[in-house]
Structure formats: structure tokens, C-alpha cells
């Protein structure tokens, strides 16, 4: 026998729905657009990004600076780990961090679909808090990890100079 009827268990749907988009709007209601850029590489679109902080501008890692990466195919973890460490050797990150660094996002990052969000927010203690669309994946209670992370994109090092330059907003051409 069925305890909720169909009225009661549409409610409770639209209950849950409308909190996890609360959550979602949250995260970057109070914060401010830096810049946004789109990574293509030759003809495929791989996503959308934007970068938000608390004053519209990009005065390096702080509380709140808020890097959202909107795909627009299908990748696997394994994928966003591997280039992630590719960056970050790079970009001569200590090869012991990014063996541990790697661990912990295994635990946290998920396989992203097409039209999915992926979200990085700094905390209070610069710790990395990641999100996948409205869900809360984990957090990375380590600062350098943060730096190292957000440097894959917001570095004058970064792999992808236009795309850095148009998220911290000293390009004002958009790519998408």
C-alpha cells in the first residue's frame, strides 16, 4: 500500500527541487562576474567557464572566488584527473601534491554530462569546496591545493592564455 498519494509525493518532488536550486543560486548570488570564456579546441567546444568573486574583479585567490565550468560534452573522471595532472606538471607543481591532490579529487569529482555544471568555491580558510550542478561534492581543506587548482585556469601560466585572460577580466572579448 502506498502512504503518499501522487499529490503529496509531487509536492515533496517540487519541495526538494526548488532547495537544491536555492543551494545552487546561492553559491554565486552575492558574487559578481569577472569574466567568462569558452574552451574550444580546433572544432569541438568543450565548456563554458566563468569566474565570480566577491567585488567583479580578480585580485587572486580569496574567500568566495567562485570558478564554474559548464561542459558541453560528456567527460569521464579519469579524463578531468589526467588533464589536471598534465596541468599542474606543467605549470611545475611538486610531484608529491599531485599524487595526493589527485587521490582526494578521485573521492570528490564525478564523471560530467553534457549541460552539467562543475563548481569550485573558495572558502573562509581557502579550502576548495567543488560542486556538481547543485550537488556538493567535497572539500579540500588545503589552500596550496586551491592555488594549484585554480591556477590551471587563472595563471599567466595557463595552457589556454585567452581563456585566462577573458576570466580575470583583462580581455573584455567573449569567446562564446
Same mark, same amino acid.
Given at each position: 500500500m502506498n502512504i503518499l498519494s501522487k499529490s503529496s509525493r509531487l509536492s515533496l518532488v517540487l519541495i526538494v527541487l526548488l532547495n537544491s536550486q536555492t543551494l545552487w543560486a546561492n553559491?554565486?548570488?552575492?558574487?559578481?562576474?569577472v569574466g567568462e570564456a569558452r574552451l574550444k579546441v580546433l572544432l569541438?567546444? =568543450?565548456?563554458d567557464s566563468s569566474l565570480y568573486s566577491r567585488t567583479g574583479q580578480y585580485s587572486g585567490v580569496e574567500p568566495e572566488l567562485t570558478l564554474q565550468i559548464n561542459y558541453l560534452r560528456n567527460i569521464r573522471k579519469n579524463q578531468l584527473l589526467g588533464r589536471t595532472e598534465k596541468e599542474w606538471q606543467r605549470l611545475?607543481?611538486?610531484?608529491?601534491? =599531485?599524487?595526493?591532490w589527485s587521490m582526494e579529487l578521485a573521492e570528490i569529482l564525478p564523471d560530467v554530462k553534457r549541460g552539467e555544471t562543475l563548481t569550485l568555491q573558495v572558502e573562509e580558510n581557502l579550502s576548495s569546496s567543488f560542486y556538481y550542478t547543485s550537488e556538493f561534492l567535497g572539500n579540500i581543506n588545503d589552500p596550496d591545493f586551491t592555488e594549484a587548482f585554480l591556477s590551471i585556469w587563472l595563471s599567466e601560466r595557463s595552457s589556454y592564455p585567452e581563456l585566462q585572460a577573458q576570466l580575470i577580466g583583462s580581455n573584455s572579448q567573449k569567446q562564446f
Open positions: 553559491l554565486t548570488d552575492e558574487l559578481y562576474v569541438w567546444k =568543450i565548456y611545475s607543481v611538486n610531484p608529491q601534491n =599531485i599524487e595526493q
